[in-house]
């Protein structure tokens, strides 16, 4: 029912800067809380930011806090990510997902979210 598309991945220098976008089809998108994950290889999924419902509330994970921001249009029914100051252990896929409960929380656990997106690849290299 609910799809979920990324975009916006790339390659980028260390110090640079990416915006990735995640559109939402179907369902309630102004109902669910949002998330941003990322998997490294080798490495398990991590989540890297959240934000609530209404985009009142975020929550970011410490090895991005400072850097990333997550934001939220619902009437564009899109969440998108700014990365700043990326750096290379930032390198992974990264996804956009959506809470299974409707609720106004911010969720930093990753069984708070069963739909995803298909994934961008963000690369920080020189």
């Known amino acids: 029912q609910v799809q979920l598309v990324e975009s916006g991945g790339g390659l980028v220098q260390p110090g640079g800067s990416l915006t990735l976008s995640c559109v939402a089809s179907?369902?309630?998108?102004?109902?669910?809380?949002m998330a941003w994950f990322r998997q490294a290889p080798g490495k398990e999924r991590e989540i890297v930011a959240a934000?609530?419902?209404?985009?009142?509330?975020?929550a970011y994970a410490d090895s991005v806090k400072g850097r990333f921001t997550i934001s939220r249009v619902n009437a564009k029914n899109m969440v998108s990510l700014q990365m700043n100051s990326l750096k290379s252990e930032d390198t992974a896929v990264y996804y956009c997902?959506?809470?299974?409960?409707?609720?106004?929380?911010?969720?930093?656990?990753?069984?708070?979210?069963?739909?995803w997106g298909q994934g961008t690849q963000v690369t920080v290299s020189s």
């Open positions: 934000i609530n419902r209404n985009g009142g509330y975020k």
């Open positions: 179907g369902g309630n998108f102004n109902s669910y809380g």
């Open positions: 997902a959506q809470q299974w409960r409707a609720s106004g929380l911010v969720s930093m656990t990753a069984d708070a979210y069963d739909i």
